[in-house]
């Protein structure tokens, strides 16, 4: 059962939903935007993608800052099978080796919520939604 | 690196993050100032005869031995319940056990500490195991085996919080039945073992949570005197009461720094440390784990030593007399940090708790919960984090202050101060930035 972990660990990072919840986003996703995953918005939709390959997650894990009522499509493609999961917003997706999954959904919550898969327990970035 | 990391990016917050932080170190100063001046005796952790007891029939229900066995009991089939989930359940996100142990225990005893002491030592189906198989052997709780030794302190309640934090913070798979149940198995042993060995004492200088709830409940404006009456009193009183003893220093530092990992563990910058380091996770965890705490310590034990220099104290003594003023700002710091853990989770929590066995049983009532906000908005929270760590700190001074009066020679007793209002500045600023800026 790799469920539990992963959900817990998050909901143990209460600090970062603390923050998250104060509208805090660290000066990390600002200052080094470079590193953060790619992401576009067009027409409303924030786009993010991520790659994992050998159990590395590119872009590298940061946070990425949604308005409130902003729909949020996530592709992550992964070089092995796996399930990506968006925390609080209780959302995944069966990943098959090297073919894009797609979540989208409304960030109609605030807070800070982790983005991880669960065979590999990576965390592929933090959405920060205010 | 952390330094650099969030200051001046905080435009988010209700109020500037540099003016939170200008705002906290200015209270520390400005108490600071006004204790040199206005506090110039010792005057806190007088005897508790002085404390006015309740009066009437509230004093006599909580004196009975009725109210001693109505808590045990409800211990008891509180840790009955949670077993049913725990042994019974199936493993997965929907068994309440994690969040009962996590959220509701752990980080619910702060409250119930604060508010009304040393909760836990009432409640601790162990303890009441222990009693009830001593009453049917005959013998007194006690008395064990063999005298509790003295120079043991509080080190076996500072390794079991350690071991509690470690689960908590690093443990892989650490919110999977059969690790919890491991670790819970392990320490009822222990404390069990412990409790025939060296009689029910055990439990007050080795059981993590016990010495935990003790620590805040020492805040609480309740306490029970030792002629058993129960009693308004000073918090500051309650706090000054805790005396040194082998181990106390590392067990409060272990609480202040446990959390300061917590914090800093869900920051990006040490995610992607972790990710991309080769060694495995947990490894890398108990290592961050070990450093921040250990560098808590080292403020902790350089600024007492400071201090300790401009008297003619030793610096272990200092160390020891000074251990309780970390404890204000070790449950300021839990409150910041876990406070919307608790608020959510625990609302979480409790409509699984209606269905430990995960059936669609609904046995509290409590199953169709939705998990609120409760009226908390993030500027409210962000507000209430900054107060109650600022709060921690000026408490914290007071403290300080108030010791260094009575073990410092009084032309050295505001100067000699100085190493400990660096500490505290110092752990305001860390604190802060760790939870704002992480």
Known sequence: MTHAPARFRSLLSGLALGAALLGGVSACSESSADTTPASATAAGVKEINVTIAAKSVTPPPGRIDVTKGQTVRITVTSDVADEAHVHGYDKGVSLQPGTPATIEFVADQDGLFEVETHESDLQLFQLAVR | ?438
């Open chain 2, 1 to 438: 690196m952390l330094l650099a990391h969030g200051v001046g990016g905080r435009q988010d917050l209700p109020i500037p993050f540099s003016a939170a932080l200008a705002g906290a170190i200015i209270a520390l100063l400005v108490s600071f100032a006004a204790l040199g001046v206005l506090w110039t005796d010792p005057r806190l952790g007088g005897a508790l005869a002085r404390v006015r007891p309740w009066s009437g029939l509230f004093q006599r229900a909580v004196s009975s031995d009725a109210w001693a066995w109505t808590w045990r009991i409800v211990g008891l089939v509180v840790a009955a319940y949670f077993c049913v989930g725990l042994v019974f359940g199936p493993d997965d996100v929907d068994n309440p056990t994690a969040g009962v142990f996590y959220v509701l225990f752990w980080v619910g005893l702060v409250p119930l500490s604060l508010l009304l002491g040393p909760v836990w030592r009432a409640l601790n189906p162990l303890r009441t195991l222990h009693l009830l198989a001593a009453r049917a052997l005959r013998r007194d709780p006690d008395a064990g085996l063999r005298p509790l030794p003295d120079g043991l302190g509080y080190w076996p309640a500072a390794a079991g919080l350690f071991a509690f934090v470690w689960l908590e913070l690093v443990a892989p798979d650490r919110a999977t039945l059969p690790v919890i149940g491991i670790w819970l198995a392990a320490y009822a042993v222990i404390m069990l073992v412990g409790a025939v060995v060296f009689g029910a004492r055990w439990f007050d200088r080795a059981d993590a949570f016990e010495a935990y709830s003790d620590l805040i409940g020492r805040l609480s404006p309740v306490v029970r005197r030792e002629d058993g009456r129960v009693a308004w009193r000073n918090s500051l009183d309650g706090m000054s009461g805790l005396r040194p003893a082998p181990g106390l220093p590392v067990l409060v530092v272990v609480l202040l720094g446990s959390t300061m990992y917590d914090s800093l563990s869900g920051a990006p910058v040490w995610v992607r440390f972790v990710q991309n380091n080769p060694l495995p996770a947990p490894v890398v965890g108990t290592a961050g784990l070990l450093v921040v705490i250990g560098l808590v310590l080292a403020a902790f034990l350089g600024a007492t030593t400071l201090a300790a220099g401009r008297g003619a104290t030793e610096p272990r003594v200092m160390a020891g007399e000074l251990a309780h003023s970390i404890v204000p700002i070790a449950v300021g710091y839990l409150i910041a940090h876990y406070y919307t853990l608790f608020l959510l989770e625990g609302q979480r929590t409790i409509a699984l708790l209606s269905d430990p066995l995960v059936s669609g049983a609904d046995w509290l009532g409590t199953a169709g919960w939705t998990v609120g906000g409760l009226g908390n908005t993030p500027a409210g929270i962000a507000m209430l984090q900054v107060t109650v760590i600022i709060i921690g700190h000026v408490l914290g001074t007071v403290l300080a202050h108030d010791r260094a009066l009575a073990l410092l020679p009084r032309r050295a007793a505001v100067t000699g101060q100085i190493p400990l209002l660096v500490l505290m500045v110092l752990y305001t600023v860390m604190g802060l930035l760790l939870l704002f800026a992480a």
